[in-house]
């Protein structure tokens, strides 16, 4: 009777284990991977930042060591980016470790900078502060309906150039609906289209950081009249970074 009672109790810990073995076999496993960036001439390592999949936040990979990141089994797409430095996106079927990304250098620049200074705020709701160089700024402030910067007395002369504009840090700041920041021009403050992103109910670009390399372009048009706005709608924005140029 013991010995029944035994085997009994043996085979019920026998499917008690297997069933610990299935279960743990379902979970998810997670890999170490240290991911560096290079400059694909000279090998070395740069500095940069990195996305995977579709994180929204950055991680940002140290030019000395690389850094270490978590990853599923799988293949996982890397959106990487580095200043002075052509933008690259690399999808790996597997995983690796050290994953080194090669970037190109971008050796020219035919933009000019579009200085902000001289741009006013309209509702005290919107903090705004002078970047690192004059062509950008930093905006924060919880906007409860909507707020801005405009300039009136642009040079004409930007009839016809492409104006680029470039956001970081969005990360930090909230968008209702997604909704980021729209561009008006002239004294009726008339809608400005980008050329290369679809806005969010037909005004809105969508709150996300650029490329290094590759902002929100936009054509001025040829009656364009000194004036060129930004306008924020219901945000609560913290440190958002905006740099303009043209070409």
Request: no cysteine; aromatic share 8%; proline share 4%.
């Amino acid at each position: 009777m013991n010995k029944l009672k035994t085997e009994h109790i043996i085979a019920i810990i026998g499917v008690i284990i297997a069933i610990i073995g299935i279960i743990y076999s379902q979970i998810p496993r997670e890999f170490e991977i240290t991911i560096y960036i290079k400059d694909a001439d000279t090998g070395k390592n740069i500095p940069g930042e990195i996305r995977v999949n579709d994180d929204k936040n950055p991680t940002r990979i140290n030019q000395e060591t690389g850094t270490t990141i978590f990853l599923k089994k799988g293949s996982f797409t890397i959106h990487a980016v580095s200043e002075g430095y052509y933008p690259k996106v690399e999808t790996q079927e597997r995983i690796q470790t050290p994953i080194n990304i090669t970037m190109e250098r971008i050796t020219a620049r035919t933009d000019e900078p579009l200085s902000f200074y001289g741009w006013d705020k309209w509702n005290d709701e919107l903090t705004v502060k002078q970047g690192a160089t004059a062509n950008e700024i930093i905006v924060s402030g919880k906007i409860s309906d909507s707020a801005g910067v405009n300039n009136n007395s642009l040079p004409l002369n930007l009839q016809g150039k492409t104006l680029v504009l470039f956001f970081s840090d969005t990360g930090k700041s909230q968008f209702t609906l997604n909704r980021m920041v729209k561009l008006t021009y002239n004294k009726n403050d008339s809608l400005l289209r980008p050329v290369n992103e679809n806005l969010i109910n037909g005004e809105y670009i969508p709150a996300r950081d650029t490329p290094s390399g590759i902002g929100i372009e936009y054509i001025i048009p040829g009656n364009f009249d000194g004036k060129l706005g930004l306008v924020f709608y219901q945000v609560d924005l913290k440190d958002l970074s905006i740099t303009a140029w043209y070409k």
